[in-house]
């Protein structure tokens, strides 16, 4: 019994409107690469950027019905033979009509124009007691064989001569005849064999060259590469050598005339000291020289460096003797001049006036430090004292005079007698004169018993 039976329906199936329709597929097309998932569900694709088809089948026109095409074997002769051989290939044959014409590929028969000449023009221009006159002949015959290909020809060639001897001989006996034949110089004066004449000699050194090159191991090849750098880096500091050579040749020759029209235009009552002083040459030591020595000896060889460096390391040089509260002061000292620690253009010049200064703050501050013991030791001389700069003053007073304080007291109570000694002390002391420092007392040396 079901649900039919008890609510008393007839037992019939549902109808076929209500039955579910299968589901038409869709034809699943694979999602192209390079395209992401998104953009495809929303477009359904890309269409394409380039064409798909060629475009040579567009141009291409359809074969109409009535066009029948064969391949036949059939008989062709070639221009480019002089012996009208016939021979035989296969040939596109449309509607039963051959084609016409030349062979195809005659047309690549190209050939070298060789010059002849004549028995009269050989013994008046192309003698040479080097070459007969059969060996020239044979030598043109194979030339226009051959389409100048001289490797071939040396081979082909009768006698033993060399290629560059059959090109040496070609090319002259060329040259010789287009000059003879031309009505003025200047016609041929273009012309490649008369405006570059063929150099027997540089052409044999430059194979000799280019078969050592070639025979060369990899170790030589090396080295070769080592010594043109070398040469190159040689070459370039003798340019910079050179270049510095001539800007202080000039910076001389420009400081020399204003020196002479400030002499010229000096005063002339002047006193005979400074005559005397005037009168003697002029004598100014050379700037290369004062440069160089100068500069470190580090970088003298280098030839090319930067400015700063050099001023490092001439600081450093100059104030090697001294310490570091020494230099440190020197820098105080230029910040008191309102100077730069560091030249803000470190220019030769300024670089050079800089070490110069810093030189002279360093003799000051060494003077300064002699002047200080001087003063000390006079101090010292009429107190019956001296002292040391440098070292901390003692006290001059005795310790005869100094109060007693037990030690049998607390803490709070040895304090409070030390703060009342230090209270104490100035007042009492005030008008008594200072004592001779008093001898230390050799130490005891303590025994191995006590």
């Not at 209500?18 to 597929?25: A, C, I, V």
């Not at 089948?57 to 480019?80: C, G, M, V, Y």
């Not at 060639?157 to 005849?177: G, I, M, N, T, W």
């Amino acid at each position: 019994m079901d649900a039919k039976d008890i609510l008393g329906l007839p037992k019939t199936p549902f109808p076929s409107s209500q039955e579910k329709k299968p589901r038409t597929q869709k034809d699943s097309q694979r999602k192209p690469d390079g395209v992401s998932r998104e953009v495809y569900a929303l477009t359904g694709g890309l269409a394409p950027l380039m064409p798909s088809l060629d475009a040579s089948h567009l141009k291409r026109r359809s074969q109409s019905d009535n066009e029948k095409i064969t391949w036949q074997w059939l008989p062709f002769t070639s221009s480019a033979r002089t012996d009208n051989l016939q021979l035989y290939h296969w040939v596109r044959v449309v509607n039963g009509v051959p084609p016409t014409g030349d062979y195809s590929f005659a047309k690549y028969n190209k050939s070298v124009d060789i010059l002849k000449y004549t028995d009269e023009e050989y013994e008046k221009y192309m003698t040479d007691p080097m070459w007969t006159k059969e060996e020239t002949d044979q030598l043109f015959d194979l030339c226009e064989r051959f389409d100048l290909r001289f490797i071939v020809i040396a081979d082909r060639f009768p006698s033993d001569r060399s290629v560059e001897e059959l090109k040496s001989r070609y090319y002259a006996v060329s040259r010789a005849l287009l000059v003879a034949r031309a009505l003025s110089a200047g016609d041929v004066s273009g012309h490649p064999l008369v405006k570059e004449p063929y150099n027997f000699t540089q052409e044999v050194e430059r194979k000799r060259l280019l078969s050592s090159v070639l025979s060369q191991t990899k170790l030589q090849e090396r080295k070769d590469a080592e010594i043109l750098v070398e040469a190159k880096r040689i070459t370039e500091s003798r340019l910079i050598a050179k270049a510095a050579e001539e800007a202080e040749l000039a910076a001389n020759a420009n400081t020399i005339p204003e020196v002479n029209e400030k002499s010229a235009t000096g005063d002339v009552s002047v006193s005979p000291t400074s005559n005397a002083v005037s009168s003697s040459p002029l004598v100014t030591p050379p700037t290369s020289i004062a440069d160089s020595a100068a500069i470190p000896p580090s970088l003298r060889m280098h030839r090319v460096y930067l400015r700063t460096n050099a001023l490092d390391q001439m600081i450093q040089a100059a104030s090697s003797s001294a310490g570091l509260r020494t230099m440190k002061r020197v820098e105080q000292t230029l910040q008191e001049l309102v100077c730069h620690v560091k030249p803000r253009v470190p220019t030769k010049a300024v670089c050079a006036e800089h070490v110069e200064l810093r030189k002279e703050i360093l003799s000051l501050l060494n003077l300064q430090k002699q002047l200080q013991y001087k003063e000390a030791e006079a101090s010292g001389r009429d107190t019956g004292y001296v002292e040391t700069p440098g070292t901390p003053k003692r006290s001059l007073r005795g310790d005869q005079d100094r109060p007693f304080i037990p030690d049998s007291v607390s803490f709070g109570g040895e304090r409070a007698g030390k703060r009342d000694q230090k209270r104490k002390a100035p007042g009492r002391y005030l008008d008594t004169p200072p004592s001779p420092p008093q001898s230390k007392r050799p130490r005891k040396l303590k025994t191995a018993d006590g």
